[in-house]
């Protein structure tokens, strides 16, 4: 969501700065109306994406990974706890197993 929010607000600035060049030269003058109101909603959009990029990481970082079978927390880069990260492995090698058969 954050990165949605990044590329669009760059987007618009970068799409107005092409809309005045091109109508400056094509029509010897733009209509410079809207153009704030883009800006800043293009400012906006990339400040808040700005701003939950940093949210997300703090509540990454934050917040404990768990087993999902028993809760435990688990080393970072880890899913499960170390005992139920062996019977893991051993239900999938038994489902390539039968799958083989």
């Known amino acids: 969501m954050a ?36 800006l800043a909603v293009g400012g906006i959009g990339i400040a808040s994406g700005i701003v939950l990029k940093i949210l997300g990481r703090v509540t990454a970082g934050l917040v404990a990974r768990r087993c999902p079978r028993c809760s435990r927390s688990v080393v970072r880069g880890r899913v499960y ?13 038994d489902r390539e197993r039968r799958r083989g058969e």
């Open 81 to 93: 706890c170390d005992d139920h990260r062996v019977a893991a492995i051993n239900e999938q090698r």
């Open 3 to 38: 990165g949605i929010l990044i590329r669009g607000g760059f987007l618009l600035i970068v799409g107005t700065a092409v809309y005045l060049a091109l109508t400056e030269f094509v029509l010897e003058g733009a209509d410079t109306s809207l153009v704030p109101t883009v």
